[in-house]
């Protein structure tokens, strides 16, 4: 395996190879599985077997105020399956941001079920919870995140610090996973000399080194011009994979289209659920409009 280069100079953006993209597998059997030992602690999630989904959230509201309650999300219902390329869209206030909170078990429910990969973490201490969510959701937020006084390696390898990984190979799976996004003449670079699509390619890189089963995206492109922003969301596409979900949380209809399922929110509910232009089902299971065309 090549290593990070000794010298790197500034470069532009180089040309990233997008690998074949694969048809979403909804509901194509993965494999392996971590059930929980009888009577001891949750082992890793990994794909149930038969189809399941790889997160879900069944019945799952979230309330604040004791009170006055107001319901950010009411009674919603979402499974995610392996091979998936998926949007979440709404206007402000829709509940899109407390879905994230959700489907990353950064937050509680107030009431429902959150399972992943079949395990309910819904009542998990933050502990576990912690444990869980690192080995299964790799995070890309709007505003990158990355340390400052760290290289684009040293930024990506802060995603396997508190795993059980020798520091040589700690740094070779960083540079493999920048090199995946085209950045490896890159490594050694810090943030501030790097472009925005560059920084947000380390983002990602950092996010997939860890292979989560699910890569959760929080407004992508929305700190983008529109060049890089389409790179990047064909990046995202190419990150599917028959064992891995691509979910983006976003308000911009124009990036949600490009998702090969788009779940709309208004008011805390879904209100449509559409694939590659297919009408589903509705939050409440009743059909829903497409408006697509």
Do not use: C
């Not at 069944?58 to 009411?74: F, H, I, K, M, T």
């Amino acid at each position: 395996m090549t290593g990070p280069p000794a010298e790197t100079t500034p470069v532009g953006i180089p040309a990233v190879t997008v690998p074949p993209t694969h048809t979403p597998a909804y509901g194509t059997p993965p494999s392996g599985t971590g059930p929980a030992p009888e009577g001891g602690e949750p082992t890793t999630p990994r794909p149930p077997p038969g189809g399941g989904a790889l997160l879900e959230l069944e019945a799952v509201s979230r309330a604040y105020g004791e009170e006055v309650v107001v319901y950010a999300l009411r009674e919603v219902s979402l499974a995610i399956f392996p091979g998936e390329f998926m949007s979440i869209v709404g206007p402000s206030g829709s509940g899109k941001s407390t879905m994230l909170g959700l489907l990353g078990i950064l937050d509680h429910p107030t009431s429902g079920t959150i399972r992943v990969a079949g395990q309910d973490v819904s009542g998990l201490d933050d502990a576990t919870r912690s444990r869980v969510r690192g080995d299964s959701i790799g995070f890309v937020f709007q505003q990158f995140h990355l340390i400052p006084h760290l290289s684009a390696l040293g930024n990506v390898e802060t995603a396997l610090l508190y795993r059980d990984i020798r520091p040589k190979e700690r740094k070779e799976r960083a540079y493999d996973a920048l090199e995946r996004l085209g950045l490896g003449k890159r490594a050694s670079h810090r943030p501030v000399q790097m472009s925005g699509g560059e920084q947000q390619r380390v983002a990602l890189a950092r996010a997939i080194v860890t292979e989560p089963l699910m890569i959760l995206a929080d407004e992508p492109t929305g700190a983008l011009d529109s060049a890089n922003a389409a790179h990047v969301l064909e990046i995202f596409e190419s990150l599917q994979s028959p064992e891995r979900a691509v979910v983006m949380v976003t308000h911009d209809l124009t990036v949600a289209d490009t998702a090969f399922r788009k779940v709309s929110m208004r008011d805390g509910r879904i209100v449509a659920d559409e694939r590659q232009g297919r009408v589903v089902e509705s939050a409440v299971g009743d059909p829903v409009e497409d408006h697509s065309r």
